[in-house]
């Protein structure tokens, strides 16, 4: 009896729970950090060979972002910002519609014409930039505080 009792309490927790959109299709939207009120689109960033980048950005801690990020396809061009992807917290990348969720981000890289979405939360107050690597031109670099 005692096992039987065990076994169905074991049964009882690892049974899988229905999600809301199974119960509700008229559930609630996310709530906190993902809320609607909490999110910000930035203004898009083009990366074009010898283009400037725009900016500056200026966060909020604790607050959602989302940006999307543009190579126009003149050459293979990339972003570096190691000290500013770890001072947010990414959500996820969005390419092609495919969703990535990662650790964490150091650098992206265009190969040829394309747009990504990364969505995140700024964390860590201080000021960072963004940057085109081997370029040292203040255009081709954005600057970001997060207050």
Same mark, same amino acid.
């Given at each position: 009896?005692?096992?039987?009792?065990?076994?169905?309490?074991?049964?009882?927790?690892?049974?899988?729970?229905?999600?809301?959109?199974?119960?509700?299709?008229?559930?609630?939207?996310?709530?906190?950090?993902?809320?609607?009120?909490?999110?910000?689109?930035?203004?898009?960033?083009?990366?074009?060979?010898?283009?400037?980048?725009?900016?500056?950005?200026?966060?909020?801690?604790?607050? $959602? $972002?989302?940006?999307?990020?543009?190579?126009?396809?003149?050459?293979? =061009?990339?972003?570096?910002?190691?000290?500013?992807?770890?001072?947010?917290?990414?959500?996820?990348?969005?390419?092609?519609?495919?969703?990535?969720?990662?650790?964490?981000?150091?650098?992206?890289?265009?190969?040829?014409?394309?747009?990504?979405? %990364?969505?995140?939360?700024?964390?860590?107050?201080?000021? $960072?930039?963004?940057? =085109?690597?081997?370029?040292?031109?203040?255009?081709?670099? =954005?600057? %970001?505080? %997060?207050?």
């Amino acid at each position: 009896m005692r096992y039987s009792a065990i076994f169905m309490l074991s049964l009882a927790l690892f049974a899988p729970l229905p999600t809301l959109a199974e119960e509700d299709d008229d559930a609630p939207p996310p709530a906190g950090l993902l809320a609607g009120p909490n999110k910000e689109d930035l203004p898009e960033v083009i990366l074009s060979v010898g283009e400037p980048l725009g900016g500056p950005w200026h966060l909020t801690s604790g607050k $959602y $972002y989302e940006v999307a990020i543009t190579a126009d396809g003149s050459g293979e =061009i990339g972003l570096s910002g190691g000290d500013f992807f770890h001072a947010i917290w990414v959500d996820e990348v969005v390419v092609k519609g495919l969703e990535i969720r990662p650790m964490g981000l150091h650098s992206i890289e265009f190969d040829r014409a394309g747009t990504m979405e %990364i969505g995140f939360v700024a964390v860590k107050p201080g000021s $960072y930039t963004l940057a =085109i690597p081997g370029s040292t031109g203040a255009d081709q670099r =954005i600057e %970001i505080t %997060i207050d």
